[in-house]
């Protein structure tokens, strides 16, 4: 049985929908370009049935697709910008400012300080109280080398 361009362009709308569905359910798998390109095809062989399979369509096809996929683009990159690392990589510590939230002594890592939004285990050339500032000099680990800061 041959389909008419009415069910032909019938069965695009239900697959344009088919594939819109598979975006909702599964968000990035960027089906949303070609579900809509088909739905657009779909509705133009409803009205247009010889258009639909002509020579036409595909260049009806690329002018839809090119802008729609731009636009696509667009809108993921406003949904999930590109953002920096959450991880704090030991080296980007050296020259930070802190507070020393527990004493920091010489040769031993009980000491903890805060560095921005963490805290982490220190040590220290002198013993240096808690509530002062400390500049980062060294790290290694999950452990910093400070010293207290000069005041301001």
């Known amino acids: 049985m041959a389909l008419g361009g009415f069910e032909l362009g019938l069965a695009f709308v239900v697959l344009g929908i088919l594939m819109l569905l598979a ?11 070609p579900a809509t390109v088909l739905i657009v095809l779909g509705s133009m062989g409803m009205l247009a049935p010889n258009l639909l399979l002509s020579w036409w369509s595909p ?3 690329g002018a839809i697709t090119i802008p729609l996929t731009y636009a696509t683009f667009k809108m993921y990159q406003k949904l999930a910008p590109p953002a920096p690392p959450e991880t704090t990589v030991a080296t980007s510590l ?12 010489p040769n031993s890592l009980k000491g903890k300080v805060r560095i921005e939004h963490d805290t982490w285990s220190a ?3 002198r013993p240096i109280p808690p509530g002062k500032r400390i500049v980062v000099r060294a790290s290694e680990g999950v452990h910093v080398t400070v010293e207290e800061a000069p005041e301001t």
């Open 123 to 125: 040590t220290s050339a």
């Open 94 to 105: 050296i020259g930070k400012v802190g507070v020393v939230e527990t004493e920091v002594v």
């Open 23 to 33: 975006e909702v359910s599964s968000p990035g798998a960027f089906i949303l370009v």
């Open 59 to 61: 260049v009806i096809a």
